[in-house]
């Protein structure tokens, strides 16, 4: 009589389920966007098993980013909006201090419940704001900021900005 061990009269399949692949379409990372500006988005997703992601377990977040692109420790987000169920859409750039940059997730989510997420980061178009003062040397506040004349400063175009004179100064024997 021969024994067969009992592990070898049967074998039992992993179950294996792959994230699906998210993907977006537009925009692209060469958009560089100004404050107002519409910026559409597309994209979709494909699952190893599932086969296309049905637009209604798609996700999408807009999130801005804001702080120190030398120091990305520095930085901090503000989720803008999350728009769902939708393979495709528009939202309008916001207005926010420059260095700052959005970045648009693509969430997918398969039929077995797992997800994976695709980002595209969109960095802004800007303008350099240049303040100078008769005599030089005056001080002009800047969102906030005081500054001494001659200075520049680099905004997200379209953006707003407040700008003050500093009340009183003085410069040799003038007041003003």
């Given at each position: 009589?021969?024994?067969?061990?009992?592990h070898?009269?049967?074998s039992?399949?992993?179950?294996?389920?792959?994230?699906?692949?998210?993907?977006?379409?537009t925009?692209?990372?060469?958009?560089?966007?100004?404050v107002?500006?519409?910026?559409?988005?597309?994209?979709?997703?494909?699952?190893?098993?599932?086969?296309?992601?049905?637009?209604?377990?798609?996700?999408?977040?807009?999130v801005l980013?804001?702080?120190?692109?030398?120091?990305?420790?520095?930085a901090?987000?503000?989720?803008?909006?999350?728009?769902?169920?939708?393979?495709?859409?528009?939202?309008?750039?916001?207005?926010?201090?420059?260095?700052?940059?959005?970045?648009?997730?693509?969430?997918?989510?398969?039929?077995?419940?797992?997800?994976?997420?695709q980002?595209?980061?969109?960095?802004p178009?800007?303008?350099?704001?240049?303040f100078?003062?008769?005599?030089?040397?005056?001080k002009?506040?800047f969102?906030?900021?005081?500054?001494?004349?001659?200075?520049?400063?680099?905004?997200?175009?379209?953006?707003?900005?407040?700008?003050?004179a500093?009340?009183p100064?003085?410069?040799?024997?003038?007041?003003?």
């Amino acid at each position: 009589m021969t024994v067969v061990p009992m592990h070898s009269l049967f074998s039992v399949a992993a179950s294996t389920n792959l994230p699906p692949v998210p993907t977006i379409a537009t925009p692209t990372s060469a958009l560089n966007w100004k404050v107002g500006d519409s910026i559409s988005f597309s994209g979709g997703a494909n699952d190893p098993e599932d086969g296309a992601i049905n637009a209604a377990s798609l996700n999408w977040q807009l999130v801005l980013v804001h702080g120190n692109e030398i120091d990305p420790n520095n930085a901090h987000e503000h989720v803008i909006t999350n728009i769902s169920g939708v393979s495709s859409g528009s939202f309008v750039a916001p207005d926010h201090e420059y260095p700052s940059w959005l970045i648009i997730r693509l969430t997918a989510t398969d039929s077995q419940g797992l997800s994976a997420t695709q980002s595209l980061r969109v960095d802004p178009r800007t303008t350099v704001l240049s303040f100078a003062s008769s005599p030089s040397g005056l001080k002009i506040a800047f969102n906030g900021t005081e500054y001494t004349t001659p200075f520049s400063r680099t905004v997200i175009t379209n953006s707003s900005s407040s700008v003050a004179a500093i009340s009183p100064q003085v410069s040799g024997a003038v007041t003003y």
